[in-house]
């Protein structure tokens, strides 16, 4: 399995603009979460999908921030307009519950978007 | 307000030798521990994790100690090796099946 792939992995953009950060969890998986890492603030859950429906959205910075997952393979971050305090690595991690002793807890992460917004 | 603290941003270690990390944690309602290790321009692994009906999980090199009077848990690294440098995260929640909340990491290096 190629494991979570997320793209782009660098993404360098001018304030106002739109960004569209992508994700692709691991086959099978049920859960996928969008994770903000920054010096400041950690690591911070922004959003969660259980069988592609957002459960918790409460980590959701500002209503300029946006997520979908359109299907069991795919899901997208968007930041509209994006501003220079969005700066951060961007992860997604997906996790498949309820199997032996597996618990979504234990989450497998993709290598993250490095995002500047100038 | 952080619900799960990492106090020391860095910690050296002497190859060979033990590592301890450490975290600390304030919501009672936190049931369920792990920690991650994180490598640069990777995502974070799973590493352990452990449940409060325990004090204590072994996993080859790594152990987790779980004071729930204390809220503080602890990873050891026994014994250290080159490649077990890296960020460590400690991450709690509620239960097995709810969001978890990271700390802040403690990077680890070891040195030779």
């Known amino acids: 399995d190629a494991g979570v792939i997320q793209s782009p992995r660098h993404e360098v953009t001018e304030m106002g603009q739109e960004v569209t950060l992508r994700c692709k969890p691991i086959s099978g998986h049920d859960y996928l979460f969008w994770y903000r890492q920054t010096m400041m603030r950690g690591l911070e859950l922004l959003i969660y999908?259980?069988?592609?429906?957002?459960?918790?959205d409460s980590g959701m910075p500002e209503d300029r921030f946006s997520a979908k997952m359109p299907n069991a393979s795919f899901s997208t971050l968007k930041i509209q307009p994006s501003e220079p305090r969005d700066s951060a690595v961007y992860f997604c991690a997906s996790s498949l519950a309820g199997v032996g002793s597996a618990s979504y807890n234990e989450q497998f992460f993709g290598p993250g978007t490095r995002l500047t917004v100038l | 307000d952080q619900q799960v603290k990492q106090n020391s941003p860095s910690l050296s270690v002497q190859e060979g030798r033990i590592s301890i990390l450490n975290c600390d944690y304030t919501?009672?309602?936190?049931?369920?521990f792990l920690w991650y290790k994180k490598y640069p321009a990777e995502g974070p692994t799973f590493l352990i994790s452990i449940s409060s009906i325990k004090d204590k999980n072994e996993d080859g090199r790594f152990t987790v100690f779980l004071n729930k009077s204390a809220k503080h848990l602890s990873l050891h690294i026994v014994p250290s090796q080159p490649g077990d440098s890296a960020v460590y995260f400690c991450a709690a929640s509620p239960n097995r099946d709810d969001k978890i909340i990271f700390g802040k990491g403690t990077r680890l290096h070891i040195l030779p």
């Open positions: 999908f259980n069988n592609n429906v957002p459960i918790d």
């Open positions: 919501n009672s309602m936190f049931d369920y």
